[in-house]
């Protein structure tokens, strides 16, 4: 027989938690489910990230290509010394008052006081498609005869013509890259400062080509007149004398110089972008750091973690080995050759932050890659 009698509160309260709530080992369960989910999920959704900035930063490099092209059809006569692209800081000579050793900057808009600071390849990139105020290069073929050995007066509102000089079109569209102010860019500049970026306060706002994370996309202009017994050197020299290992007779193809704002160097420590993990305090931020310009072409096959060993033909690496490994060949007769020895260096240092790693998105041929 049914009883009919009203339930009592606990009672009441003890049916509803059976037919609604939860057990607290439920609760947990739920809980961990969600969590290994987010475990789970976490890096996958960052992988996905950083493959789409990957794809980003390849297209960037294959824009900056097309525009460097471009540029090479309309003002290449200009340009002989690094076979019609744009230069990268040491070279080549650009009038009376351009400085290579020191990597004077002639371009700043900066009316009756010109500016020549010292700045690098990545600030030249966009300062020769774009312009360093993104009105366009000015062609060396619109400037006046009289002007044309100042050129820091070429950029003024009115160098004394009583109106701007004409520019050439805009090889790369600001809207279809990214630029960061020198100042703005992400993580750590080198040290020390002052010798990296003797005049800091004159190019804070220059801008530089980033790739999607924000880093800076390093140029490198080949020089025309290298030869396959010197590689790279640490610096431009005004006599072209290079002296101190098997690598270092004749021009170079590359000057290590161009970028060391950057990449640092045997006394400078490089931009920390905010990405690399260091394990001391002295441990150099990019693994580029070093020229390996004293270095014979053995050492260069055989070597890790320097400039030269990067950008060498690992064909003729390869070559090389083994004709070393047989003694057929005396060292000194021996010769190397950088990837992309008529052309450039595009170079961004990919997800981890550091220039000369195997993650690296660069122009080098896919076989080069560190």
Do not use: C
């Not at 939860?22 to 890096?43: D, H, M, R, Y």
């Not at 700043?108 to 700045?119: A, E, F, Q, S």
């Not at 013509?161 to 860019?185: N, S």
């Not at 931020?285 to 260069?300: C, D, M, R, T």
């Amino acid at each position: 027989m049914l009883d009919h009698r009203p339930l009592g509160i606990s009672e009441r309260n003890r049916r509803a938690d059976r037919a609604y709530g939860f057990t607290l080992i439920e609760l947990l369960t739920v809980v961990f489910i969600i969590g290994l989910l987010i475990a789970i999920l976490i890096p996958s959704i960052a992988a996905a990230r950083r493959s789409a900035k990957n794809a980003v930063t390849k297209s960037t490099l294959r824009v900056i290509t097309g525009a460097l092209e471009m540029f090479k059809n309309d003002q290449g006569k200009d340009f002989q010394r690094t076979n019609g692209y744009p230069p990268s800081f040491s070279h080549p000579r650009i009038g009376t008052t351009f400085d290579p050793v020191k990597g004077q900057f002639p371009f700043l808009p900066t009316g009756n006081t010109p500016k020549m600071p010292t700045v690098y390849g990545a600030h030249w990139l966009p300062a020769m498609l774009m312009g360093v105020d993104r009105n366009g290069y000015v062609p060396r073929s619109s400037v006046p005869r009289p002007l044309r050995t100042s050129p820091s007066f070429w950029y003024a509102d009115d160098p004394g013509l009583g109106k701007p000089i004409d520019r050439a079109p805009l090889y790369l569209d600001p809207g279809a890259t990214r630029t960061l102010a020198t100042e703005d860019i992400r993580g750590t500049p080198p040290d020390p400062l002052a010798t990296a970026y003797p005049e800091w306060n004159d190019i804070v706002r220059l801008p530089v080509l980033v790739d999607a994370f924000d880093q800076p996309v390093l140029y490198y202009a080949a020089n025309k007149y290298g030869k396959p017994t010197n590689m790279v050197a640490d610096i431009h020299n005004l006599n072209n004398e290079y002296k101190g290992g098997i690598q270092q007779k004749g021009q170079p193809y590359y000057f290590h110089q161009d970028n060391i704002g950057f990449t640092g160097s045997d006394v400078v420590k490089g931009w920390n972008f905010g990405g690399a993990l260091l394990k001391t305090a002295t441990e150099r931020v990019h693994k580029i750091a070093i020229s390996g310009a004293e270095l014979n072409p053995q050492q260069i096959v055989q070597g890790t973690d320097n400039f030269a060993t990067y950008i060498a033909d690992r064909q003729m690496s390869s070559d090389l080995a083994t004709k070393l490994a047989g003694g057929g060949l005396a060292e000194r007769a021996l010769s190397m050759r950088p990837v992309n020895s008529d052309t450039y260096l595009l170079i961004t240092p990919g997800p981890d932050g550091r220039y000369g790693t195997p993650d690296d998105i660069s122009n080098l041929p896919a076989a080069v890659q560190p």
